[in-house]
C-alpha cells in the first residue's frame, strides 16, 4: 500500500534538475521561435558609452544562444569571453558626469596654513602661552634654526601670555621663559612684530628680538604687568605662601630682563609694573620695547613735522622769557 502510494507521488513531483533543464528547454523553443520570426529579445535601455553592457546587449540581441549554452563550471570571468579583447574590462564606464555644485569643489584639503608660514620662516603666537602652545613655537625655532642658521625668523605676536583677557591665570611663568631663553640660544637674527597685542611675557618676547629689528603696528598694544597668584583652591596656607614666594622671584626676574632689552632701570621698570602699564605703538618705541613702528609712510610723517617751536616761528609769534 505504501509503496503505491509512493510510486505516483514521484512520477508527479519533478526534481530540481528536471525543473532547470525544462526551463531551458522552454527558453530555447522561446529563442527558437523569436529567431525563425525576425522578432529581438526585448532589451533594457543601456548607457550606450559603457563598453561592457552595449557589447553584452548586442550579442544578447544577435545570437541568443551563447548566453544560453554557456557552461556553468567555467574558468572564465562571467560573459569575459565575449569580448576579442578582456582589456575592455579595465577600462571604467565612460560616464557623462552633471555638472553640478560638487564639480567645483576642491580636489584636495585645504592647505595647512601653519606650514605655508613656517616655510616662509615665520612663526605666530596667536594664543596665551599654554604648554601646548610653547611645545609647537620651541619646536618651530629648533627647526628653522636647523633649516639654515644664517636666515633671520620672524614672530609675530599677538597674545595675552600667560594669562586671559579677563587676568585669569592660564599658564605658568615659565612658558614664556621657556621660550625666551629658546630665543637667546639661536644664532639666527629674530624680528618681532607685534600684531594685536603683546601682553606679560609676550610683551618681554616681543622685547626680545633682535636690536633694530622689533616692530609694531599703529594699532597694536603692549602691556607690562606683574606676575600672579595662580588659583590656590584646596591649598593649605604653607603651599600658598610658597607659591607666593614663587611668583616674587618670577617678577624680580621679569623685571630684570624687561630692564636689560628696553635700557631703562630696574627701578623704573619696577615702578611701572605695580600697576597694568599699557602702550601704545608710540609709547612703546618710546619706552624701548620697539625699534620702529610699521606703518606706511609714518616715519617720514614724523619726520617731516615740525617742531611747536617752529610752528611758532612761522606763524610770527614771538615767545616771551619768563621773568
Known amino acids: 500500500m505504501a509503496t503505491s502510494l509512493r510510486a505516483p507521488m514521484a512520477t508527479s513531483v519533478p526534481s530540481s534538475s528536471s525543473s532547470r533543464s525544462l526551463k531551458r ?15 529581438k529579445i526585448p532589451m533594457p535601455p543601456v548607457n550606450p558609452k559603457d563598453p561592457f553592457l552595449t557589447k553584452l546587449a548586442s550579442v544578447a540581441a544577435t545570437s541568443p544562444e551563447k548566453l544560453l549554452n554557456r557552461a556553468s563550471n567555467s574558468d572564465n570571468l562571467p560573459y569575459l569571453d565575449l ?13 557623462e558626469r552633471s555638472v553640478s555644485y560638487n564639480e567645483h569643489r576642491p580636489r584636495r584639503p585645504p592647505p595647512d596654513l601653519p606650514s ?13 602661552l599654554v604648554p601646548a602652545v610653547t611645545e609647537l613655537v620651541i619646536a618651530e625655532l629648533m627647526y628653522l634654526q636647523w633649516m639654515d642658521p644664517k636666515e633671520p625668523i620672524y614672530i609675530y605676536i599677538n597674545s595675552t601670555g600667560t594669562t586671559r583677557d579677563d587676568g585669569e591665570t592660564v599658564g605658568m611663568e615659565s612658558e614664556g621663559f621657556a621660550i625666551y631663553d629658546a630665543m637667546m640660544q639661536l644664532k639666527n637674527e629674530i624680528h618681532t612684530v607685534a600684531v594685536g597685542a603683546a601682553i606679560g611675557h609676550a610683551c618681554l618676547l616681543l622685547a626680545a628680538g633682535t636690536k633694530g629689528k622689533r616692530f609694531m603696528m599703529p594699532h597694536a598694544k603692549a602691556m607690562i604687568q606683574q606676575p600672579r597668584v595662580p588659583s590656590s583652591g584646596l591649598m593649605p596656607a604653607s603651599d600658598v605662601l610658597i607659591r607666593a614666594k614663587e ?10 630682563l624687561l630692564a636689560k632689552h628696553t635700557g631703562n632701570s630696574e627701578e623704573t621698570v619696577a615702578n611701572v609694573m605695580r600697576r597694568p602699564f599699557y602702550m601704545d605703538s608710540t609709547r612703546a618705541k618710546d619706552f624701548g620695547v620697539i625699534d620702529k613702528i610699521l606703518w606706511r609712510g609714518q616715519e617720514k610723517i614724523m619726520a617731516d613735522a615740525a617742531t611747536p617751536e617752529e610752528w611758532d616761528k612761522n606763524a610770527g609769534i614771538k615767545v616771551l622769557e619768563a621773568i
Open 25 to 39: 528547454r522552454s527558453i530555447q523553443t522561446l529563442c527558437a521561435i523569436n529567431s525563425r520570426n525576425g522578432a
Open 116 to 128: 605655508l608660514l613656517l616655510h616662509g620662516r615665520i612663526v605666530y603666537i596667536g594664543m596665551p
Open 247 to 256: 611668583v616674587i622671584i618670577n617678577r624680580d626676574v621679569l623685571v630684570g
Open 83 to 95: 569580448f576579442e579583447s578582456p582589456t575592455l574590462m579595465a577600462t571604467p564606464a565612460q560616464v
